[in-house]
């Protein structure tokens, strides 16, 4: 399986920005698919999963009301729509592909497959 994210850069404080994940490799929806983000210094933390059809899905706190995290399995690709950006959403923005196909695993150890990462940087 391979995954590759895309789409990340540098937005002012407030703005919004769309992160993809295209999927290779095996059947993309057979399994839930997770965002999670990693910021310097600091351990890598769960963001977002979607469920394998895209009917489900669950956010981290701080993220909850301003990201949406989304799928198309005909296009082999999730997503992750981020409004009202803050500084501290700054981070390294990785996609991963659960054991599972629900959204009830969240922790770093149930992801096998993880993508390259795509750095979103939030400037004031």
């Known amino acids: 399986v391979q995954l590759q994210a895309s789409g990340g850069g540098l937005v002012q404080a407030g703005g919004s920005l769309r992160i993809s994940c295209a999927a290779s490799?095996?059947?993309?929806?057979?399994?839930?698919m997770a965002w999670f983000r990693q910021a310097p210094g600091k351990e890598r933390e769960f963001v977002a999963v979607?469920?394998?059809?895209?009917?489900?899905?669950a956010y981290a706190d701080f993220v909850k009301g301003r990201f949406t995290i989304s799928r198309d399995n005909a296009k082999n690709t999730v997503y992750l729509e981020m409004n009202s950006l803050k500084l501290e959403d700054t981070a390294v923005y990785y996609c991963?592909?659960?054991?599972?196909?629900?959204?009830?695993?969240?922790?770093?150890?149930?992801?096998?497959?993880w993508g390259q990462g795509t750095q979103v940087t939030v400037s004031s």
């Open positions: 991963a592909r659960s054991r599972i196909h629900t959204t009830q695993r969240r922790n770093v150890g149930d992801f096998r497959y």
């Open positions: 979607v469920s394998y059809s895209g009917g489900s899905t």
């Open positions: 490799g095996s059947v993309f929806s057979e399994k839930a």
